[in-house]
């Protein structure tokens, strides 16, 4: 068993940067993964990391404005966001899983955070 907890969201202007983090208990050798939730859409995927870090996914609508790390030691995985735009706001979620490498399927994820809203205002 694994507990998420999401922090670090907020409402920032078009242009502005934004540190997501996610917290874990337990077993840190997870793949782990970011997901939004935009109003009215579906959940989808912006970035994963495999569990030792090396690896990381993106999707192509935030490849070379979001960067995912983690630091192993504190059990953590952030969201750096940077040149955030309207159509970034939404609810962002951790997401963690067994499987290697990271899917991009929300539904191959075992454990979620609770979310944190994300508005970017234009």
């Known amino acids: 068993q694994v507990q998420l907890t999401e922090s670090g969201g907020g409402l920032v202007q078009a242009g502005d940067s934004l540190r997501l983090s996610c917290a874990a208990s337990?077993?840190?050798?997870?793949?782990m993964g970011w997901f939004r939730q935009a109003t009215g859409k579906e959940r989808e995927f912006v970035a994963a990391?495999?569990?030792?870090?090396?690896?990381?996914y993106y999707d192509d609508s935030v490849k070379g404005r979001f960067t995912i790390s983690r630091d192993l030691a504190k059990n953590t995985v952030y969201l750096q966001m940077n040149s955030l735009k309207a159509e970034d706001t939404a609810i962002y979620y951790c997401?963690?899983?067994?499987?290697?490498?990271?899917?991009?399927?929300?539904?191959?994820?075992?454990?979620w955070g609770q979310g944190t809203q994300v508005t970017v205002s234009s």
């Open positions: 997401a963690a899983t067994v499987q290697a490498p990271p899917p991009r399927q929300d539904s191959h994820y075992e454990y």
């Open positions: 337990g077993r840190s050798s997870y793949s």
């Open positions: 990391i495999n569990w030792s870090g090396h690896s990381t």
